[in-house]
């Protein structure tokens, strides 16, 4: 039941008028009954597990708050149940959906020893959603930890944890904002049927008219054999192209899905190819799991305090996890890479220059087109198969084969 199906446009509209028809009261509960239906529509096969992981989130958080309250600490200290949290869907997320590529780089570890004896690679699916509900639910844990959240119910953390029109796609959310907004919500108001379906049109737009009329230029790069420089070049920008407004369009229906049950979910994008540096490029792209990154792995790392080579190599790692939690492959790790080290060198050429300030437009826009060029020589790792594939791409577009 992804966003561009019939089915999914049956199911929202029901769901939307049976939502403004309950009872206040009832709302939030029919709106996760709701939630549970739509992920159980789309991947029966692991509904216990988001389930069974949820309440797992909101019983460590449980206990946080009866250590807190009681000032003891209920066989281990908060940080310990913390921490235990934390593991348990940081090993979900590994284990479903990057076992078989640490399993696969195990392999070619002894494949350079030369060892012939190979461990089995597992076939396992990775559950729709998971890299965006873990990131969640580690933002829920760690925020609450640190005592940014206030004592709630089951039915407040439920709704985070399940709302439907964030759940498999984004943008991810943060819990206090979300439950804020219950408190504003009341009478049905024609705002939220006007913003949101403007929004889910303006989605489906960049979706379809832009981001599929793009796909069959972009899959060039997913078959390079026999493609000339300039058919590269034009697959590479069809590429960018198509990721944009394919992204920013999912982020857009989603947004505006939550709207018409009266919630504002993150903003995702905000024209990162429009900016003049690295920085600004990741402040305005995917924004928020970049925010993620910054506020729950940079921050804690020592951010931007550290000397600057801790705070290139925090940056390079953060980014290559990055990279890593798009998708398990080398492509996506060295694509990550490839950003922390331009966002490595940017730090160190602004803490140079302490101000970096294009004065002139001709400079900006100089700036601007190093930075989306920047961008794209990455999207050609995103873009392709294997790492082979994505240097054989480079070196014809710039003339070195």
Not at 62 to 72: A, E, G, S
Not at 193 to 216: C, Q, S, V, Y
Not at 227 to 243: D, E, M, Q
């Amino acid at each position: 039941m992804i966003f561009n199906t019939m089915t999914f446009g049956v199911f929202l509209v029901s769901v939307f008028i049976f939502y403004w028809i309950v009872p206040k009261d009832w709302r939030k509960i029919f709106l996760i009954f709701a939630s549970l239906v739509f992920y159980l529509y789309n991947q029966p096969k692991f509904f216990l597990l988001i389930v069974f992981l949820s309440l797992l989130t909101y019983l460590i958080a449980k206990i946080i708050f009866i250590i807190r309250q009681n000032n003891n600490k209920f066989i281990f200290s908060q940080k310990i149940w913390w921490l235990l949290g934390i593991i348990i869907l940081v090993f979900s997320l590994c284990y479903f959906k990057y076992a078989r590529f640490f399993i696969g780089i195990l392999n070619d570890i002894l494949k350079l020893f030369h060892q012939t004896k190979q461990l089995p690679l597992p076939m396992l699916l990775a559950p729709l959603g998971i890299s965006f509900f873990v990131f969640e639910f580690v933002h829920y844990l760690t925020d609450l930890y640190h005592d940014k959240i206030k004592k709630h119910g089951l039915v407040d953390f439920s709704l985070f944890a399940v709302f439907f029109p964030t759940l498999v796609s984004g943008p991810i959310k943060r819990f206090q904002p979300l439950l804020e907004q219950e408190k504003e919500i009341n009478n049905f108001d024609f705002i939220y049927l006007n913003e949101g379906l403007r929004r889910i049109i303006i989605g489906f737009a960049k979706k379809i008219i832009i981001a599929d009329t793009m796909t069959p230029f972009a899959n060039l790069l997913l078959s390079p054999d026999g493609v000339s420089r300039g058919g590269f070049w034009i697959a590479t920008y069809a590429y960018a192209i198509k990721i944009y407004f394919d992204f920013a369009g999912y982020s857009d229906i989603a947004i505006g899905v939550a709207r018409l049950f009266g919630y504002r979910v993150p903003e995702n994008f905000n024209w990162p190819y429009l900016r003049s540096n690295i920085s600004d490029f990741w402040k305005n792209w995917h924004m928020s799991l970049s925010s993620w990154i910054k506020d729950y792995l940079f921050i804690p790392l020592g951010g931007s305090r550290r000397p600057m080579p801790q705070v290139v190599f925090n940056l390079t790692l953060v980014m290559a996890l990055c990279g890593l939690w798009h998708g398990p492959n080398y492509t996506f790790v060295v694509w990550g890479l490839w950003h922390g080290l331009g966002l490595g060198v940017y730090h160190f050429y602004k803490s140079k220059r302490k101000e970096v300030n294009y004065v002139s437009w001709p400079k900006r826009i100089v700036a601007t087109v190093f930075t989306f060029h920047f961008v794209l020589i990455g999207w050609v790792f995103f873009a392709s198969n294997t790492l082979s594939d994505a240097f054989f791409i480079l070196s014809k577009m710039f003339f070195l084969r």
